[in-house]
């Protein structure tokens, strides 16, 4: 049996595999390692669908003559997800009251949602809530898709954007402080809103440069690893959101204005001063 990959004919010795399925699985870790998942399967020139796949995993290699497979990264196929979830959006925008009821369930069984549901849980629930009545609407989704998509198109141009929203989040938790003490509590709550939300934008783009194969590792901050740094920032950001919780406003202070705000200069300045020609 003659296996490629992608085109290109496959160093691939079955040993102990007896079937189609038994050699994907072989594959699987080699395929999670390189950031790639199956994206198709042809069988004897034969095309597999979501419809015979299972009967393709079925099939005995030693009937078989050519074994071509098909794979795409990791991002791409995410990316394709969420274009899927835009066109989705219009037909739910488009669509009567009665084809809007079981819109949530039909879309939860679709590839894509099975993709994001494993890799942007977050996505996913804000567009099976979207499809069932819920949430903030099908402009917010929309908004919100678009926005992963331009870092997924561009981290770094995405990243090099932020520089303004950075400066304030920083400036705003140097002054929240302040903010508390004069019973500025709705723009104390925004700012702690937007500081979470700023910093996880960030850790996403983080994310992608290393699935791109960016030496993320070489990165340092304030003469840490970024992945030390990262963890530091992370523990720093638990400990600032507890105290919020727990209304403690002169330690939800000292942490934003002495911990927060000058750690998160540093990983961005980090960052940028990289991925930024």
């Known amino acids: 049996m003659k296996i490629t990959i992608n085109g290109a004919d496959a160093d691939i010795q079955p040993e102990t595999e007896k ?40 099939r005995e290699i030693d009937k078989i003559n050519t074994l071509d497979i098909f794979t795409s990264s990791l991002l791409q196929l995410i990316a394709e997800s969420l274009f899927c979830v835009m066109q989705e959006i219009t037909a ?3 669509a009567n009251f009665e084809e809007k009821i079981p819109f949530a369930e039909n879309w939860k069984d679709s590839p894509e949602a099975c993709l994001l549901a494993e890799q942007c849980p977050d996505i996913y629930n804000w567009t099976l809530n979207t499809f069932a009545g819920e949430g903030a609407g099908a402009l917010a989704l ?26 304030d989040v920083c400036t705003r938790l140097e002054d929240l402080p302040l903010d508390i003490q004069t019973g500025k509590d ?24 290393k699935m791109e194969g960016y ?13 030390a740094f990262i963890a530091e920032f992370n523990t720093a950001l638990e400990e600032l959101l507890a105290a919020y919780e727990q209304s403690d406003s002169v330690l939800v202070g000292d942490i934003a204005e002495y911990e927060m705000a000058p750690r998160l200069h540093k990983l961005y300045s980090a960052i940028v001063s990289k991925i930024i020609k």
Not at 26 to 32: E, H, R, V
Not at 142 to 167: K, W, Y
Request: proline share 3%; net charge negative.
């Open 215 to 227: 030496p993320v590792k070489d990165i340092t901050a304030d003469n840490t690893p970024i992945d």
């Open 92 to 94: 739910y925008e488009t």
């Open 142 to 167: 929309r908004s919100i898709i678009e926005e992963r998509l331009r870092e997924l198109q561009d981290p770094a141009g995405e990243m090099d954007r932020l520089q303004l929203l950075v400066t």
């Open 19 to 58: 079937t189609v399925g038994e050699i994907l699985c072989a594959l699987d870790s080699w395929l999670a390692g390189s950031g790639h998942r199956l994206s198709g399967l042809c069988v004897d020139g034969e095309t597999a669908n979501t419809a015979i796949m299972e009967t393709f995993f079925d």
């Open 186 to 209: 709705a723009r104390a709550a925004e700012t702690v809103n937007i500081f979470s939300g700023t910093a996880e934008k960030i850790f996403r783009i983080i994310n992608i440069l």
